[in-house]
């Protein structure tokens, strides 16, 4: 009985740590496997290399002959560090990434053999990619998609594989991927941002946006992990009763990391320092067998790339080390979720973060625009940043009683509260002399030394200033951080574009001077903005009660936070900024609520098998095992058996109830999932999963939990909580 549980349990028992040797200072190898500038500079002539940089800055397209040299640069230095294949890597809208990989190795006519690989290969590639989904995008244009060269993330080597960062469109132009939308959101935001940088800077010429991501997950034993059809299929539990310790004792967040785990993370880092990830913090998180890494902030693109790259990464060396990693958003009930801050700024090519104040009261001036301007960008779009990190596993954390909140608010602290209300008070029109100074002296100029001290922190916020940069909170751990970017930088990029041409007005028409104007439009984002900001507890009643007074928007599950892609405001943004198409948005629409249903989908079917499979027979074995015993003891007391058997007897009945429902409940929710099934809009379909097939799950598990309970631990065939979590 249950064999694989216990057979699992003894082989993770008997592992042992994997020591992992350290060879030498990670600087002198990172980034090894990366053809980057430097590579380049051995490899290329100057020609090409100036023509690649240009590429990379100003997303200038390479020529053909130039792409011939690049390619046979690229595949000298990839076959001397091994590569035997090369691959293009895109980012398909199923959010993973995917990968195609062609030999280098080839044939001339006459049968010799070599290695090719020219500016073609390079450039553009056509993976036959009809099963990735494209929301329709290819059948409505008949149009393949092909993937293209992203100069601006560098190749890299992996295993024996030269990977080439691409994105992926229909020849029509269309994007299918996260990546296209996200290059095209960031032009828009260097552009935006570029402009009003300038008000404050003539050498600024370019910004780019910054992202440093931090990821959580949970690392559970191999052998466990495989033991349980639910974390192998749907990537979480599905059922399983809470351990009797839990993470209630707070001794794992930032504890002494186990060997085992933690020649995983030696391994993994090393590995990521060949491929120029710049891996910078782990530690323990809160829940137990979960833990967090973090990056060293990059270009938003390059970030985005090197997360997807990371999760791979994590994935393979866990295998060595036997052990599966969970991105899920939530795997186990009862303990926190895991999720993947994304922390954000603007950066100008003059190497200054615009959301750092300066030493002048012009730099402060300078932050003091961006930053209110992101604050009014997400006072204007919060629905719109919520959809963009929504999903059936996120679902779990948004607006399900978990970190941090389905509503979008700001937290700026009591400090930079302050500077802002100073701010709200400035006159209308010019300013005097007084008051010019009075601003420069005591508002503006104060903010470094706020910031100095500025300690807040507030972890129920979804949106917070840390003092220069702000970190996106709700991201999800399994998320592709390129859509919560795109959105991000599009809504600032379209507030910028707002912001600049308002200041300009002010000075061509009132002949008020710069600094006037952008004090006079940033009091008034100040006043309209202002029910974006929350200091208090994000998790509160209150707080949800307070955030619907101010209309802001409240959305729990995947079908309704979508639904505001489409809407007329978002598709003039996505127009303003040339991010997307209508076309484009409503394909990525429907793939996202196709997405919502086919993992409800399977979730719904592994409670099928796991009910029918597992539950049911378990609770039958322990039933009749109580069954026999009363039977026993009736047979030898006859009626006088009720004294001893009556505990027996009632749990015989619980052990009932608790089958009868769960069949009951499982057989409606199969019902529930038919009827589901034949709907063809996609939003009704989503939202039928949503409200009539999801919530049987909770109740099956309630049932199932408290089987599991009362059950002869011998007899339970699911892996415990217990076990999953605590055995290292
Ligand atoms: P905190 O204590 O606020 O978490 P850290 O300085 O350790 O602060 O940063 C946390 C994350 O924020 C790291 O991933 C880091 O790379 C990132 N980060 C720091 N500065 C910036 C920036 N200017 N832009 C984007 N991310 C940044
Ligand atoms: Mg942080």
């Not at 008997?14 to 040797?21: E, K, L």
């Not at 922190?457 to 919560?484: D, I, L, Q």
């Not at 097939?693 to 909580?721: A, G, M, N």
Request: charge should be neutral; hydrophobic fraction near 40%.
């Amino acid at each position: 009985m249950s064999l694989s549980r216990f057979k699992a349990l003894t082989e993770s028992g008997n592992r042992v740590s994997i020591g992992i040797a350290e060879n030498g200072r990670r600087s002198d190898f990172f980034a090894n496997n990366v053809f980057n500038e430097k590579k380049m500079l051995q490899y290329l002539t100057k020609d090409a290399l100036e023509s690649v940089k240009n590429a990379i800055s100003s997303a200038s397209k390479i020529d053909r002959k130039i792409a011939d040299q690049v390619a046979e640069a690229m595949k000298g230095w990839a076959i001397s560090m091994g590569a035997t294949h090369y691959t293009h890597w895109f980012q398909p809208l199923t959010g993973a990434t995917a990968e195609k990989h062609d030999a280098f190795f080839d044939l001339l006519a006459d049968g010799t053999a070599l290695e090719k690989f020219g500016g073609g290969q390079l450039v553009q590639q056509e993976p036959d990619a009809s099963s990735f989904p494209s929301g329709g995008i290819r059948n409505t244009f008949e149009a393949r998609g092909y993937t293209a060269w992203d100069p601006t993330s560098p190749a890299f080597v992996y295993g024996t594989t030269l990977c080439i960062p691409t994105i992926f469109v229909s020849y029509t132009g269309e994007a299918l991927d996260n990546k296209a939308p996200l290059l095209r959101a960031l032009a828009a935001v260097d552009d935006a941002a570029t402009a009003v940088a300038r008000y404050f800077d003539k050498n600024v010429t370019k910004v780019h946006a910054t992202l440093g991501w931090e990821q959580e997950y949970f690392l559970i034993d191999k052998a466990l992990a495989q033991s349980r059809p639910d974390i192998v299929l749907t990537g979480r539990t599905l059922v399983g009763n809470s351990a009797a310790k839990g993470q209630q004792l707070d001794d794992h967040y930032f504890g002494v990391i186990h060997n085992r785990v933690l020649s995983f993370m030696s391994d993994l880092e090393k590995e990521c320092t060949k491929l120029g990830i710049p891996l910078k913090t782990r530690h323990n998180e809160v829940a137990p067998n979960q833990f967090e890494l973090a990056a060293i902030f990059e270009e938003a693109n390059l970030a985005v790339d090197h997360n997807l790259l990371l999760m791979d990464v994590m994935d393979k060396v866990a295998d060595k080390h036997k052990f599966k990693v969970l991105f899920h958003e939530k795997p186990f009930a009862g303990i926190n979720g895991s999720g993947k801050h994304n922390n954000w700024s603007l950066a100008t090519d003059t190497g200054v973060n615009l959301l750092s104040p300066g030493s002048t009261p012009m730099k402060n001036l300078q932050f003091l625009t961006f930053f209110i301007n992101t604050i009014k960008a997400v006072d204007t779009y919060e629905e719109l940043l919520r959809s963009s990190i929504a999903s059936a596993s996120n679902d779990h954390r948004l607006g399900a009683n978990e970190a941090p909140p389905a509503i979008f608010s700001i937290f700026i602290g009591s400090q930079l509260s302050n500077v802002l209300d100073e701010l709200e008070g400035v006159s209308k029109g010019k300013l005097s002399p007084e008051e010019k100074t009075e601003l420069k002296l005591n508002v503006v100029g104060k903010i470094p030394e706020i910031l100095l001290d500025n300690t807040d922190r507030n972890r129920t916020s979804p949106f917070a200033f840390t003092g220069n940069k702000f970190e996106m909170r709700g991201v999800g751990a399994k998320t592709n951080s390129a859509k919560p970017m795109t959105i991000l930088n599009t809504i600032v990029a379209k507030q910028l574009q707002e912001f600049k041409k308002e200041v300009d007005t002010l000075i061509d028409k009132k002949g008020l001077k710069k600094d006037e104007a952008v004090f006079n439009v940033l009091r008034e984002y100040i006043k309209t903005s202002k029910r974006i900001r929350f200091d208090g507890d994000g998790y509160s009643k209150e707080w949800e009660n307070e955030a619907k007074k101010r209309k802001l928007s409240n959305n729990k599950n995947t079908p309704d936070a979508l639904q505001v892609l489409t809407s007329k405001e978002s598709l003039a943004l996505f127009k303003a900024t040339k991010v997307m198409s209508e076309v484009e948005i409503g394909a990525r629409l429907a793939v996202e609520l196709d997405t919502y249903i086919l993992n409800i989908q399977i979730e719904g079917r592994v409670y099928n098998e796991l009910v029918y499979g597992y539950i049911i027979p378990a609770g039958i074995a322990y039933q009749n095992k109580l069954i026999s015993n009363v039977a026993g003891l009736k047979e030898i007391y006859g009626a006088a058996h009720k004294k001893f058997s009556e505990g027996q007897l009632a749990m015989i009945e619980e052990i009932g109830e608790h089958l009868d429902a769960i069949k009951k409940m499982t057989d409606a929710m199969t019902d529930a999932r038919r009827k589901a099934n034949v709907i063809s809009d996609g939003k009704r379909k989503a939202e039928a999963y949503c409200h009539n097939v999801r919530p049987y799950f909770d109740e099956i598990r309630k049932h199932s939990d408290k089987l599991e309970k009362l059950l002869d631990d011998q007899l339970w065939p699911l892996t415990k909580y217990r076990e999953l979590l605590f055995v290292k």
